[in-house]
């Protein structure tokens, strides 16, 4: 009569039938779930195997023969207490999944002016934990103050926007005093507040070290500033970029939208970096990627708008990038070059595809007056020219300053693209490989 349980049935004609039925009484306790709500759990003796299911949370417990351990949480479906967290996502709310709740905490943006830091407080207080975004659009004032060990997720950059509401004020900050590592960001759009007026900056590290940063998939709007900033003393490190997207913003007052201050943390990535700046609050072309120091690895990246220069590197930084596309439109003025290139940093440029735009040059290797530091340890790769909007206003390199011999800079290519503009006589200290190796 019972498969899945095995409980005794006497047997026709016996004198001793309460026996077997005595000992099934005595597994009841541990085979039969008890229901209740979470608080009453209590009430109940947590013997070993025994199970209980809070009917208010969702949350499983088994006994231990002492104590009540969670095992996990089921989905009740709301109608006994529990979180429908699609439901609430539907309705425009945002979900905290904390480590330390045993149920999800909901914030209701219309309840609150600060709606993303009190999710992210949430997290702070119970030892971490995740934030879901809703479809649809949220407004904050800004200083969002992520938590260690958190995660923000939207629905897409598309489907899930936050607006940044007050003017100079910046978006996500990374200024905790104990550091801010193991943070997830991804899924959703983050807006400045536009128009004309200078704005704080969308993403900001100015306090302590950021360590693995992971952010997926960002896409940046409005911010009349750098998106991405590292103030110097600041080092993010094993930082980890999947693809950031910038359209309307203006870094032209600034070093560049993306702005790597400091002068150490190593190991940071980026998968693909695609700008598309606008010159209409400073009146110039925006740097898109500025570097004086750790060490940054970059894919792709591609832009259009009134980009002026593509990369432009000094200090000691360390860099890498893989392809980059240049396709301004609508720059104020033309730029010196795509690439500029300074100081003793090492740097690998692997391609240039340039389609429209007229620089004077593709790379330009130039002094570090603040270090003091000749150009050397650049690897410059082939330049690619497509379509006829696309030209040069001089040639391909140009060596501002002399390079240093003992540790000389390669390039890719023929002799004849290299232009040496700078009057302090030969070094050695640059190699043209256009002519090395033997042909067949």
Same mark, same amino acid.
């Not at 498969?3 to 006497?10: K, R």
């Not at 930084?317 to 301004?328: D, Q, R, T």
């Given at each position: ?19 077997? %039925? ?11 779930? #008890? ?58 709310? #945002? ?8 149920? &999800? ?10 709606? #993303?830091?009190? =999710? ?12 879901? %975004?809703? &479809? ?47 943070? $997830? ?5 983050? @807006? ?19 360590? @693995? ?5 960002? %896409? ?46 190593? =190991? ?50 360390? #860099? ?12 104020? =003025? ?12 090492? =740097? ?60 000389? $800079? ?31």
């Amino acid at each position: 009569m019972t498969d899945n349980h095995q409980y005794e049935t006497p047997s026709a004609g016996t004198l001793d039938w309460h026996e077997p %039925l005595n000992r099934n009484f005595e597994r009841i306790d541990t085979d039969v779930e #008890i229901r209740d709500t979470d608080d009453a759990r209590s009430n109940y003796a947590a013997k070993s195997g025994a199970k209980f299911l809070a009917t208010d949370t969702g949350a499983v417990y088994i006994g231990d023969g002492g104590n009540w351990v969670q095992l996990g949480t089921i989905d009740s479906g709301g109608a006994s207490g529990g979180t429908d967290i699609e439901a609430e996502l539907i309705a425009g709310n #945002i979900v905290v999944l904390a480590r330390d709740l045993s149920s &999800p905490e909901v914030v209701t943006p219309s309840g609150t002016n600060t709606p #993303i830091q009190d =999710a992210y407080d949430v997290l702070g207080a119970n030892d971490g934990g995740e934030i879901r %975004l809703p &479809p649809g659009r949220i407004s904050t004032p800004g200083n969002i103050r992520p938590y260690e060990n958190t995660t923000m997720t939207g629905f897409g950059a598309e489907v899930t926007e936050l607006d940044i509401t007050e003017q100079t004020a910046d978006g996500i900050v990374f200024d905790r005093d104990s550091g801010t590592p193991d943070v $997830s960001l991804g899924g959703f759009a983050l @807006n400045g507040p536009g128009g004309t007026d200078p704005t704080g900056v969308a993403i900001h590290h100015t306090n302590r070290d950021t360590m @693995n940063l992971r952010i997926g998939r960002l %896409l940046f709007w409005g911010w009349n500033n750098s998106v991405y900033r590292v103030d110097q003393g600041v080092g993010p490190f094993q930082c980890r970029h999947e693809q950031m997207i910038v359209y309307d913003c203006d870094a032209g007052a600034e070093d560049g939208l993306f702005e790597f201050r400091s002068y150490y943390g190593p =190991a940071n990535w980026f998968g693909t970096i695609a700008v598309y700046p606008i010159p209409d609050s400073s009146g110039e072309n925006s740097t898109v990627f500025y570097s004086r120091g750790g060490t940054q690895t970059v894919d792709y990246l591609t832009m259009g708008g009134s980009t002026g220069y593509a990369i432009d590197q000094t200090w000691d930084s360390v #860099i890498e990038f893989g392809n980059v596309h240049y396709e301004p439109v609508g720059q104020v =003025a033309e730029s010196s070059a795509i690439v500029r290139l300074r100081g003793h940093g090492t =740097a690998t440029i692997d391609t240039v595809k340039h389609v429209t735009g007229a620089p004077d040059y593709v790379y330009e290797l130039d002094y570090d007056s603040y270090l003091g530091n000749a150009p050397n340890r650049k690897i410059l790769g082939p330049y690619i020219e497509l379509g006829q909007e696309a030209s040069l206003g001089e040639t391909i390199v140009n060596l501002a300053h002399p390079t240093d011999p003992t540790a000389p $800079s390669l390039y890719q290519g023929s002799p004849d693209d290299v232009a040496v503009t700078h009057s302090q006589g030969s070094t050695g200290g640059f190699r043209a490989l256009g002519t090395a190796g033997t042909g067949f």
